[in-house]
Each structure stands twice: as structure tokens, then as C-alpha cells.
């Protein structure tokens, strides 16, 4: 039986670090149930072994596909992965990633309160997942939300897999600095884009501001239409549904505010410290504009939000939340005020 090892990415985090390979060992068992068929698990699923005093995942996994190997390639802290041999030698693979892009798209931004990128991979992986057949995951463009955008993390790592990201903030600073940060990188990399300003309003209101890119990787992909939309809205959350049709977005993903470090806002000048109000009103209106068998995604801070609270306002909003051992399995501290969990909800059709 074949049998594979997966290098794991430090992380620039030092705590996260520490969880990394317990992380993406409940990742790469969530892709197995929702994308590979459950062929990992059957198997015995991922074990960790140090190999060359290293850590690395190792799997038996009869039968993978060359799209299965794929999907292992987007894990979201694989840094290599090898085939581990009788005699321990490793061959490197080369199963290729999604990403169209050079990774500074998602690593040249530095800020307070920034999401850990291989987090934010992992959460666009388990939502996408479970949103998508194995061929949508890996070869389909699909449009993705962020309601509380912030600075971008999540769009940028939806651009580089190639999708469609829509972004939505109230704070006027964190959308200039991102909007910014789009239009200079859009340049220095020399790709073919247009980009355009407008007002939202509806039914005579001013729901905010919007700056829209169409951009393609290649001037021939440009030339030919084949162009993906970064769109960036600076306005109220609580207003999503009013800037999008409902069942617009495949899905919605969203790393909510910690309600320590970050005050959690629930309007345009309303503040509050308290995420559950906040998710509590916004999650009716993500789920309006999420289509049916779309998917929901967020990581929050169960220091000041019980699990248990987080999934019945998904299953009030009429969500169905994934409840299997690899997604109960997630939740890693950040620092003393923060345990951070991520759940994944979906639509029904």
C-alpha cells in the first residue's frame, strides 16, 4: 500500500506552531470525508512521525487519484509531500497547488490583529469543501465572501486559488489600506486588470463605497474575458444582503472579531465588545446571500462565544453545521485571552 509523508510548514507563529500538525492532520481528515471519499480515514488516517528529527504526517492511502493528490497539494500547512518509501527514503511529488500568484500576494502585508495565513487557508479549505464537488474545489471560480474583511486575508488567499472575492468592512482605514495595497500590487506584478469606484445605494440609501478589480493572471486570459472580480465595499455587515442578491456567493467565510484584542462593530457608529450580539444579527443576513448547498465558515475566540452558542445561531439561521470528529477536533489557543475554534456550516439545497 502506497504510503505518503507530508513536511509540515512552520509557522512565523510560535504558538501556532505548536498545533500545526494536529491541525492539519483534522484538515486533511475533513478533506477525506468531504472530497476523497473517506479513503484516508479507511486507512488508518494520518499519523505523525518525526522523520530526520522533523515532523511530518504519514498516510497510507491506496487508489489516490491524481485530483486527490491535488487536493492533499492545497493542504494549508504542507510544505512538501513526498511518497515514503520501504527502505525511508522520501521521493518528493510534484502534485501542484492551486495558487496563481507569488505567495507575497499573501505575505507581503504585515499588521496588528492579522489572521495567520495557513488559518485562513485552512478555513477557505474546510468551507470551500464542503460547498463543492472535488471538480468545483479544484477547478471551478467560485465567489467568495468575506463579510468582515479587514485588511484582506481571506481575499487575497481566495485570488490565489483563483476565485472570485468579495469583501465587505465598516472600517473605512482597514478598506483604503487594502484597496491600496490591491492597486500597487496589481502593478508591480504587471497584471492586465481594470479596476472602477462607485457609491451602493439602494432604495435611496448610501449603503457605502465600493472599489471593484477585474484582473486575470495572464494578458491572454485577460484578453480572452477570463477575469476573476476582487470587489472591496467599505459599509455595514449587517447591509450584505442589500449590496448582493440573495443565493449570490458560494461561500461566506469569516474570522469574527475576538472581542478582546478587537472590538466587534455592529453598525457604522454603534461599537460593542461583544461578538455574540454581532454574529447573533449578521448571521440571517450572510446566510441570505449564501445559494442553496453553499457553505459557512468562521473562526472565532470560545473565550467569550461557547461552541454550543455559535452553532445554534447557525441552526437558527437554518444552516446545517458539520459536526464530524475532524471538525470538533480545531480549536488551538492563540494567546492567554484568546481559544480560537473554526465551524463549518452548510446550505441546504
Known amino acids: 500500500m502506497p504510503q505518503y509523508a507530508i513536511l509540515v510548514q512552520p509557522s512565523a507563529n510560535r504558538v501556532y506552531t505548536q498545533n500545526a500538525a494536529r491541525l492539519l492532520s483534522n484538515e486533511l481528515l475533513a478533506l477525506d470525508d468531504l472530497l476523497l471519499g473517506g479513503r484516508v480515514a479507511a486507512a488508518g488516517g494520518p499519523v505523525e512521525r518525526r522523520l530526520g528529527g522533523v515532523p511530518y504526517l504519514v498516510l497510507d492511502a491506496p487508489d489516490l487519484t491524481v ?24 521521493l518528493p511529488l510534484d502534485a501542484p497547488r492551486l495558487d496563481r500568484y507569488d505567495d507575497d500576494l499573501l505575505t507581503i502585508l504585515k499588521y496588528i490583529g492579522k489572521t495567520n495565513e495557513q488559518l485562513t487557508r485552512l478555513l477557505l479549505n474546510l468551507t470551500a469543501a464542503a460547498a463543492l464537488p472535488v471538480e468545483g474545489f479544484l ?5 467568495v465572501l468575506d463579510p468582515m474583511c479587514g485588511r484582506g486575508t481571506t481575499l487575497n488567499q481566495a485570488l490565489m486559488y483563483g476565485w472570485d472575492a468579495y469583501g465587505v468592512d465598516v472600517d473605512r482605514r482597514d478598506v483604503e489600506a487594502y484597496t491600496a495595497f490591491a492597486a500597487r500590487w496589481l502593478q508591480d506584478k504587471r497584471l492586465k486588470h481594470r479596476s472602477s469606484s462607485s457609491r451602493v445605494r439602494v432604495a435611496g440609501r448610501n449603503l457605502g463605497r465600493r472599489t471593484t478589480f477585474e484582473l486575470a493572471a495572464t494578458k491572454d486570459e485577460y484578453r480572452a474575458g477570463d477575469v476573476q472580480t476582487l470587489e472591496i465595499t467599505q459599509g455595514d455587515t449587517l447591509d450584505t444582503d442589500r449590496m448582493y442578491r440573495a443565493g ?15 472590538g466587534s462593530v455592529t453598525g457604522p457608529r454603534t461599537p460593542s465588545r461583544s461578538p455574540r450580539d454581532l454574529l447573533t444579527d449578521a448571521i440571517p443576513v450572510w446566510t441570505t446571500v449564501l445559494r442553496r448547498g453553499g457553505a459557512m465558515g468562521l473562526s472565532w475566540n470560545t473565550k467569550v462565544l461557547p461552541r454550543e452558542d455559535l452553532v445554534a445561531m ?12 475532524a ?23
Not at 492545497?74 to 522520501?90: C, I, Q, T, V
Request: proline share 5%; net charge negative; glycine share 8%.
Open 67 to 90: 485530483d486527490d493528490l491535488r487536493v492533499l497539494a492545497n493542504l494549508s500547512s504542507l510544505f512538501a509531500l513526498f511518497e515514503l518509501r520501504d527502505d525511508g527514503s522520501l
Open 327 to 349: 471538525f470538533l477536533g480545531l480549536a488551538h489557543r492563540v494567546d492567554q485571552a484568546i481559544e480560537r475554534d473554526v465551524v463549518v456550516a452548510r446550505k441546504p439545497r
Open 248 to 262: 449570490f456567493f458560494d461561500v461566506v467565510v469569516a474570522d469574527a472579531p475576538y472581542g478582546i484584542q478587537h
Open 139 to 143: 477547478g471551478s471560480r467560485v465567489r
Open 314 to 325: 447557525l441552526r437558527d439561521a437554518g444552516l446545517e453545521p458539520l459536526d464530524g470528529p
